[in-house]
């Protein structure tokens, strides 16, 4: 098949800041493909086909691949891969089918404008998507960058920071870049107004922490009081060490099974954008602990199952990782688990009972791995005096399949 699909980024100037290139796959076009505001810039007496987006997106995607042979132009904002049109698209057609031809998006013209460099922000969309990712990006110093939904986000962003401790932040709002209404407006978080702004807007955020808000690393082993819990909890010492087990990678997937509080879950997901998980648990309450915490922490897409393993575990996705927190001894857990891991696939398990251990040493007996004993002592106050007190020791099976 020969390239039949063309995606091109246009900026705020229209059709006069593309490349020859770019404008002669919109010449050449039979079919073009936007929004209101880029289908709004062709001229007037261009009769050729044209189809608007609709809602839902995949109902559009649907019409153009049934145009797959016709020329077809995409027009898009900016750069078509950086939350993208393009990106949406190359899910479902071949690169070989496609040319795709970018301009500035609004994360390099925001940089531009503000002196910036690329290479040490953040960046995040939260078109269509919760405000509430912002939190994993929140430490003092950091710059974010901020695709906007609407001229609502602005306002939206500027709370959650003043209620995550970080009031003193001080926002940037970039509207219609490289065109000719193109503004500026900057405030600070805590004092910031609702003013009238363009739903065409870039945010950017130096990232201010106030008095003794202490900022929360990415990495595994938060501290224990970030997460709300009834006591079903993994010390921050052994999540740290079952992080390190689990050995989280981009775009894998995790099932924690028997969950608790989530936390073994969203700390997965907060290693990296990319990874996913899977948060298993059959107490009614600890699901709302759950949900809370994935919120809170800035993993609001933390995949919250309710039921009692193996019988929920059919027809879950395939995970790439999985690990058990608890119920190991259950009746045919540990097969299911096995039987679903893919090869090359890792399972970690914790236990605290001999019987669970009796359990593990037995498969471990059969497929290898590693079986480690931990055992954490916390200094503690005696009376006047201090001294150590044990925490219960956990033993842990790290196998990967073959």
């Known amino acids: ?31 073009l493909v936007g929004g209101e505001r880029h289908l709004g810039i062709l001229p007037v007496n261009d009769v050729r086909s044209k189809i608007p987006w609709g809602s839902p997106i995949r109902e559009t995607v649907a019409k153009i691949m049934n145009l797959r042979g016709t020329s077809v132009c995409v027009l898009a904002s900016g750069d078509p891969m950086c939350y993208g049109i393009g990106v949406t698209l190359r899910r479902s057609i071949p690169i070989e089918e496609m040319t795709i031809v970018p301009t500035s998006g609004a994360f390099s013209l925001a940089c531009a404008r503000l002196g910036w460099s690329f290479t040490e922000v953040n960046t ?100 224990d009081d970030a997460y709300h819990h009834d006591g079903q909890l993994t010390k921050k010492e052994i999540r740290a060490i079952t992080l390190a087990a689990l050995a989280p990678l981009p775009g894998q997937l995790l099932w924690d099974i028997g969950a608790g509080c989530g936390s073994i879950g969203i700390e997965w997901m907060r290693s990296h954008p990319r990874c996913q998980a899977l948060a298993i648990e059959k107490h009614p309450s600890r699901l709302k602990y759950i949900a809370d915490n994935a919120a809170s922490l800035g993993t609001p897409y933390l ?26 001894t259950n009746e045919g857990l540990l097969e299911t688990c096995w039987q679903t891991l893919p ?60």
């Open 303 to 328: 995949n919250i199952i309710s039921g009692k393993a193996p019988e929920i575990l059919d027809n879950l996705p395939t995970p790439d990782v999985i690990f058990i927190g608890g119920g190991v």
């Open 124 to 223: 995040l969309s939260l078109c269509g998507r919760p405000v509430e990712l912002l939190s994993v990006h929140l430490y003092h110093d950091a710059k974010l960058l901020i695709l906007s939904a609407d001229k609502r986000t602005p306002s939206q962003v500027a709370a959650f920071l003043q209620t995550s401790g970080y009031g003193k932040s001080k926002l940037t709002i970039l509207e219609h870049m490289g065109g000719n209404q193109e503004r500026i407006i900057a405030g600070i978080a805590s004092s910031w107004q609702n003013q009238k702004i363009a739903d065409l807007n870039t945010i950017a955020v130096e990232c201010i922490a106030d008095s003794g808000v202490v900022s929360l690393s990415r990495l595994s082993g938060l501290p």
């Open 1 to 31: 098949m020969c390239k039949w699909l063309s995606v091109v980024g246009i900026g705020e100037d229209g059709l006069s800041s593309l490349t020859p290139i770019a404008l002669s796959l919109v010449n050449q076009a039979e079919v």
């Open 343 to 402: 090869t090359s696939g890792r399972l970690v398990t914790n236990v605290v009972t001999v019987e669970g251990e009796m359990k593990i040493f037995d498969w471990y007996k059969k497929f290898g791995g590693n079986l480690t004993r931990v055992a954490i002592q916390r200094a503690e106050t005696i009376g006047n005096f201090w001294g150590w007190k044990a925490m219960v020791p956990i033993t842990q099976w790290v196998v990967v399949k073959s």
